[in-house]
Nanobody, 119 residues
């Protein structure tokens, strides 16, 4: 499995920005898809965005298109989630996840990082 460690969460005012990082280790990531999910209080975990490590193809949830951007740094084995124009509804624990390209489910998860957006 891939080990994932998130960082970068915190408290931000509505309209502000945050960048989350996810450092990966334990596997060569060329055959992986990396994703970000979030879970708001009282709600189920939901998909936010994913990126194919080798080709860089990205997939966004409609709710974040145009505001969130996923990227990767191969030299650092790190995935980033740039979040702009944050809204109170974006308050959640954000999780980094990884899955092998040929598999349907994400099998490796980080511990999560809290993002709180205040009005």
């Amino acid at each position: 499995q891939v080990q994932l460690v998130e960082s970068g969460g915190g408290l931000v005012q509505a309209g502000g920005s945050l960048r989350l990082s996810c450092a990966a280790s334990g596997r060569t990531l060329s055959s992986y898809v990396m994703g970000w999910f979030r879970q708001a209080p009282g709600k189920e975990r939901e998909f936010v965005v994913a990126i194919s490590w080798s080709g860089g193809s990205t997939y966004y949830a409609d709710s974040v298109k145009g505001r969130f951007t996923i990227s990767r740094n191969s030299a650092k084995n790190t995935v980033y989630l740039q979040m702009n124009s944050l809204e109170r509804e974006n308050t959640a624990v954000y999780y980094c996840a990884a899955r092998v390209v040929r598999e349907a489910t994400f099998g490796s998860w980080g511990q999560g990082t809290q993002v709180t957006v205040s009005s």
